[in-house]
C-alpha cells in the first residue's frame, strides 16, 4: 500500500516537472508571462540573460528535488534502511562546495557585463531631461547632434478619459463616493487595447541613435520604465539618475511603460508612451517644436463662456480631474463644485494666483500650461457643476500675474 502511494507521487512530482520544463520552453512566444525580448540590444541581452539562468536554476531544481525524492523513496523507514557510517566525507564536502561556487561565478560574470552595458549611457547623440511630477512625466530635450540648447520642454498626461477609469468601480456600484454615485449605472466608452497607457503628449525619438536619459522627480520617488527598451531608473528629488536606450533603425513605432515605483493615490495612471521615429521625422519635429517654443504665447481672447468652457473642459480632464474629481467633487485636491473658492468673487484673483504659481503640494501649471489653457480652466472651475458664477477669464489676466 505505502509502495504504491509513494510510486504515485513521484510519478506525479516528476510529471509536474516535466510540465513546468515545457511551460518554460514555450515562455519565449508568451510575454504576458515572462520578460518581453524588447526592441533594443540591450534588452535583448536582458532577456537572454533571464532565460539562461532560469535553465539553470532549473535544473538545479530538478537535481535537488530528485535527489530528496529518491531519497525518500529509497530509504523510507518501511524498507528499514541502515544508516551510512561515514562521517566528514571530505571529498563531498569539497564537491558541493566548489560546484555551486564555479555556477556563480558563471552566473555572475555574464549578468556583470550585461549590467556594466545599461549603465553606459556614454556617446549618446540625443539627451532628454525626464522629470516625474504626481502623476505624469515632464520631458526636456536639451541636447541633440551639435545643438546644446534645445530649449524644448512639454508635461505628458494621460488621454485616458476619467468615465474608462472610473468604469469598474461605477460599473460594479462598489463605494461609490460624492457625485459619482450618480454615474452608478451608466454607459462608459468601450476601452481599448492601450486603456491606460496614451498619453497627450507622447515622448518622441529617433531610431538609430543612442538617447539618453537624466532622470529625475519634482516631488516623490516615481520610477522611469518602458519595458521594450530594458532599462529602468528611479526618479528621486534631488538626485540625477541616468539609462539610455537605442531603437535600431526600422523599428519605428509606439512602445509603452508606466511609473514602476508606488508614488501615491494615482501611481497607477502615469503613464509612459514613447514615438519612434525616423531620424527625418524627428529633425523635423524638434524644429517645429522649437519654432512653437520661441513664439510669444497666445493670448488670443475668448470669443464667448462656451468656447472657454470647452477648452476648459479639456484641459480640467487632462491635469485637475484626478486629484480634484471628475465631478469638482474634491479628492487629493480641494473640491470646486459649490465651494467659496470656486463661486465668490472675492477668490478669484486668489485663484488664478494658485493655478500660476502653485500652492502646497500643487505645482505650479504656469510651465505647464499655456495662459489660455489655464485662463479656459479656471472658467470651467467656476461655471461647471452648478457653480454658474458667470466669470469669463481671459488669456491676459492669466499673464499679468506669470
Not at 498619453?199 to 518602458?226: C, E, M, N
Amino acid at each position: 500500500m505505502q509502495s504504491t502511494l509513494f510510486h504515485r507521487a513521484a510519478v506525479g512530482l516528476i510529471s509536474l516537472m516535466i510540465s513546468g520544463m515545457t511551460v518554460a520552453s514555450d515562455w519565449t512566444e508568451r510575454s504576458d508571462h515572462n520578460l518581453r525580448p524588447g526592441v533594443t540590444a540591450v534588452s535583448q541581452e536582458v532577456y537572454d540573460l533571464h532565460t539562461t539562468i532560469l535553465w539553470i536554476v532549473t535544473i538545479i531544481g530538478l537535481l535537488v528535488f530528485g535527489l530528496i525524492l529518491v531519497s525518500m523513496i529509497r530509504h523510507r523507514r518501511s524498507r528499514h534502511p541502515n544508516p551510512a557510517t561515514f562521517h566528514e566525507h571530505v571529498f563531498l564536502e569539497v564537491l558541493w562546495t566548489v560546484i555551486p561556487f564555479i555556477i556563480l561565478i558563471a552566473m555572475a560574470v555574464p549578468a556583470t557585463r550585461v549590467l556594466i552595458e545599461l549603465d553606459d549611457s556614454s556617446d549618446a547623440e540625443l539627451t532628454v531631461k525626464v522629470t516625474g511630477h504626481r502623476w505624469k512625466w515632464e520631458y526636456e530635450y536639451l541636447t541633440y547632434a551639435d545643438d546644446n540648447n534645445i530649449g524644448v520642454s512639454f508635461m505628458s498626461n494621460i488621454a485616458t478619459p476619467p468615465e474608462q477609469i472610473n468604469n469598474p468601480v461605477l460599473s460594479g456600484g462598489l463605494f461609490p463616493y460624492g457625485t459619482a454615485k450618480d454615474a452608478v449605472g451608466n454607459e462608459f466608452p468601450e476601452k481599448g487595447a492601450n486603456y491606460n497607457l496614451e498619453v497627450d503628449q507622447p515622448l518622441v525619438l529617433p531610431s538609430g541613435q543612442k538617447v539618453r536619459f537624466l532622470v529625475t522627480s519634482a516631488d516623490v520617488i516615481h520610477s522611469f520604465w518602458v519595458p521594450d527598451f530594458g532599462g529602468k531608473k528611479d526618479a528621486i528629488p534631488g538626485f540625477v539618475n541616468e539609462t539610455w536606450a537605442k531603437v535600431p533603425e526600422g523599428k519605428e513605432g509606439t512602445y509603452y511603460g508606466q511609473c514602476a515605483e508606488l508614488c501615491g493615490k494615482n501611481h497607477a495612471f502615469m503613464p509612459i508612451e514613447a514615438k519612434v521615429v525616423s531620424q527625418a521625422e524627428f529633425a523635423d519635429w524638434l524644429a517645429q517644436k522649437k519654432e512653437e517654443a520661441a513664439a510669444a504665447p497666445d493670448l488670443t481672447p475668448f470669443a464667448d463662456l462656451n468656447e472657454a468652457m470647452e477648452l476648459g473642459q479639456q484641459t480640467y480632464a487632462g491635469n485637475c480631474a484626478v486629484c480634484h474629481g471628475n465631478n469638482g467633487e474634491g479628492g487629493v485636491g480641494l473640491p470646486f463644485a459649490g465651494s467659496d473658492f470656486a463661486t465668490k468673487k472675492e477668490h478669484l484673483e486668489e485663484h488664478i494666483h494658485v493655478l500660476v504659481e502653485g500652492r502646497g503640494a500643487m505645482p505650479a501649471f504656469a510651465a505647464q500650461l499655456s495662459p489660455r489653457q489655464i485662463a479656459s480652466v479656471i472658467t470651467y472651475e467656476r461655471n461647471a457643476w452648478g457653480n454658474e458664477t458667470g466669470d469669463l477669464i481671459q488669456p491676459d489676466d492669466v499673464y499679468e500675474q506669470e
